[in-house]
């Protein structure tokens, strides 16, 4: 997978967060960014640490996804 987009609440027992986690367990080099209604700092916290330096409030426009995904895409 080139992208995976993840919202940072989701229904059950893992964030997503978590599932990226799980996610890079597989594949080190997976890319992703995460969609959030909420910033609380914990979470974002926890994002960048995974290195998930793309994280966007919702709601998001066409053009601001559209930009993100490239820019992370291009990411090294």
Request: with cysteine; proline share 4%.
């Amino acid at each position: 997978m080139d992208l995976v987009i993840l919202d940072m609440i989701m229904e059950g027992d893992l964030d997503g967060c978590q599932l990226y986690q799980q996610m890079l367990d597989i594949n080190p080099e997976q890319k992703a960014l995460v969609v959030s209604g909420f910033s609380e700092s914990r979470q974002m916290a926890d994002a960048g640490a995974l290195g998930l330096t793309t994280v966007l409030e919702k709601p998001v426009t066409l053009p601001v996804l559209s930009r993100a995904i490239r820019q992370t895409l291009e990411e090294e």
